[in-house]
């Protein structure tokens, strides 16, 4: 192989390690906002398990409402358990950090099941 051949065979590895990377974040597809802080506590907990249905998209809508009047939602963790490149998604649509619930939209990719684990803190919690 000449040199010009060694760098297009470079330049196609380097173009292919991109592409890997940017799969592998698209991957992820767990959701994590806010931060944890001395004293916030968990407020809601829960599974999403949705069998997939052939061709279609499943989705589901999940509220937290913080049981106190005073407290406020310091983080908030969507948690894909699903098979890696096959998960699905978060996101909030309503309400969110520093407020007093949030509202999260969570739906699949075509034909694949909805399996999420999601975990709502706020602060103060006693
Ligand atoms: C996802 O949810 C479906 C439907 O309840 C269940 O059959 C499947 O075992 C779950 N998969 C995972 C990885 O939790
Ligand atoms: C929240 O309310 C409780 C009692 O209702 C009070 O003791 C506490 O100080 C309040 N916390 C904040 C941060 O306002
Ligand atoms: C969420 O909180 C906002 C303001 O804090 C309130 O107006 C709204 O009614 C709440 N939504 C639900 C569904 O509880």
Request: net charge positive.
């Amino acid at each position: 192989m000449n040199g010009n051949g060694r760098s297009i065979l470079a330049l196609v590895c380097g173009l292919l390690v991109t592409v890997l990377v940017v799969l592998q974040q698209v991957d992820a597809t767990s959701l994590t906002l806010g931060t944890r802080r001395q004293g916030d506590g968990l407020v809601c907990a829960g599974d999403v398990n949705i069998r997939g249905r052939p061709g279609q998209i499943v989705s589901t809508t999940k509220l937290c409402n913080v049981p106190r009047r005073n407290q406020t939602i310091t983080q908030v963790r969507a948690l894909d358990l699903g098979v890696r490149g096959r998960g699905g998604y978060a996101s909030v649509v309503k309400g969110g950090l520093g407020r007093g619930n949030v509202t999260l939209y969570l739906w699949s990719q075509k034909s694949q099941p909805l399996n999420f684990t999601l975990q709502v803190y706020a602060w103060p919690y006693y």
